[in-house]
């Protein structure tokens, strides 16, 4: 099963999967305002097929905490400052 890092092209609902365009590189972004990228299990296409249940909670979560997501555990969700 593969799976692709997206970066969040700035524009429409960030749960939307037609918001996101792959990136072949890990994001090095930090904490801030505004998503940055998530990684999604088994997707390659250049924009996802879907976002699963779970990255949706931590868009939501990461949004309202302005911290990476999840806590604690690999990060499937990077915020960068909305500046």
Known sequence: MANSWYTYI???NPIS??????????????????????????????TPGSISANVSGYITRALIQRVNQPLGAKKFVYLR???
């Open 81 to 83: 400052c909305g500046c």
């Open 17 to 46: 999967p037609s918001s996101y365009s792959r990136i072949t590189v890990k994001p090095l972004c930090l904490n801030g305002s505004t998503i940055c990228a998530i990684y999604l299990l088994g997707e390659t296409g250049a």
């Open 10 to 12: 700035g524009t429409g």
